[in-house]
């Protein structure tokens, strides 16, 4: 019989030689070609927010600013860089509607299940030029997977 506390060193080596590769570099989403300003035919709130439905999903729930979602998103700045995607990671994300920024907060109470939705965020409804944000304007697209009502 093998003592179990031989394999410990050998299992611990090969979980520190898997944690200690490079990340893979994954390559980023191309900005859509209207990332530079909202367009003429963006639906506007009286915030300052823009949004243009991209899919209209089939749901029939809607998130109050209390609720839970589950979402996948990619978000880039104007000059079309992009500074953070859910599915360039392949895992979606879930929060609550009231834990992040204005912009996201408004435009996901806009939203059903299942839509996909385009959402210009002015910088007052962003970062607020947060040091170590992304500044100005920033565009996302939002794909609404589910909703958890408040309890």
Known sequence: MVNPSFLLPLIAGVLFAACATDPVELEPIPAPDDVAFAPADAQRTGSGLAYR?????????TPGPRDRVNVHYTGWTTDGEMFDSSVQRGISATFGVDQVIA????????MNEGD????????????????GRPAGMLVFDVELIKVYPEP
């Open 53 to 61: 439905v991209l899919v209209e999903g089939e749901g029939e729930l």
């Open 103 to 110: 912009g996201w907060t408004e435009g996901l109470q806009l």
């Open 116 to 131: 996909e939705f385009r959402l210009w965020i002015p910088q007052d409804l962003a970062y607020r030029g947060q040091s």
